[in-house]
């Protein structure tokens, strides 16, 4: 992948979440784990939804790119860098996108949990594989096939619903605050069924969590 190609793969914006965010802020200082280039963190920074942001990269060349737009940037795995970050003076972790990679996510999310501070917020987004297009093939013609991108992506460890994303965060002590999901905007015109349509259309979760 070459260097232009890294910076548009990690640069996608994510206008939906700190829409979602904003009325919960602002926030001190927030942790964006998988910050890819930076994008959403710099966005969180300019609408003033919170007044410091740092990030966790495992990719290199997005690590580099995400340190010209945030603070202090880790390059590397969680599990690597976890030991070197002050968790105490995060007043928001997030999470977008990045649970369904990690090998353990119920270890990370209980980690959190210890470390963090007592007010911490948990943000997160995780892809919904209750949607439409990867049930219907399951149920009717029993493929669940991997893809290069999006909910079936191949790079994907665990998939999660709405009700199941819930239940694993209140196993690791952490309790939802908010809720929402990404959906495209033709779900959300005023003829549509939305709250019946929204477990099967809707492409993401998102919560905002805070510890029980």
């Known amino acids: 992948m070459s260097g232009g190609e890294v910076?548009?793969?990690f640069a996608w914006p994510r206008p939906e979440l700190a829409a979602f965010l904003r009325p919960h802020g602002p926030f001190a200082a927030a942790l964006d784990i998988g910050c890819a280039s930076g994008v959403l963190g710099e966005d969180l920074l300019r609408q003033g939804i919170v007044s410091a942001c740092d990030g966790i990269e495992a990719h290199g060349e997005a690590a580099r790119l995400a340190e010209a737009r945030l603070g202090r940037v880790w390059q590397g795995p969680l599990e690597a860098v976890s030991a070197e970050v002050p968790w105490s003076?995060?007043?928001?972790?997030?999470?977008a996108d990045v649970l369904e990679h990690l090998a353990d996510p119920w270890a990370a999310l209980r980690r959190l949990r210890a470390d963090t501070a007592a007010d911490c917020r948990l943000l997160?987004?995780?892809?919904?594989?209750?949607h439409y297009k990867v049930t219907l093939p399951l149920l009717l013609?029993?493929?669940?096939?991997y893809e290069d991108a999006g909910i079936m992506d191949r790079t994907h460890l665990?998939?999660?619903?709405?009700e199941s994303l819930r239940e694993t965060l209140g196993e690791c002590g952490w309790s939802v605050r908010a809720a929402t999901s990404h959906m495209k905007?033709?779900?959300?015109?005023w003829?549509?069924?939305?709250?019946l349509l929204e477990p099967?259309?809707?492409v993401q979760t998102i919560v905002l969590a805070e510890k029980l």
């Open 7 to 9: 910076g548009a793969y």
């Open 89 to 95: 003076t995060y007043d928001l972790v997030i999470f």
């Open 124 to 130: 997160v987004s995780v892809p919904n594989v209750r």
């Open 141 to 145: 013609r029993g493929e669940f096939r």
């Open 158 to 162: 665990h998939f999660f619903t709405r």
């Open 185 to 189: 905007k033709r779900y959300r015109r």
């Open 191 to 195: 003829y549509m069924p939305t709250r």
């Open 200 to 202: 099967f259309v809707a």
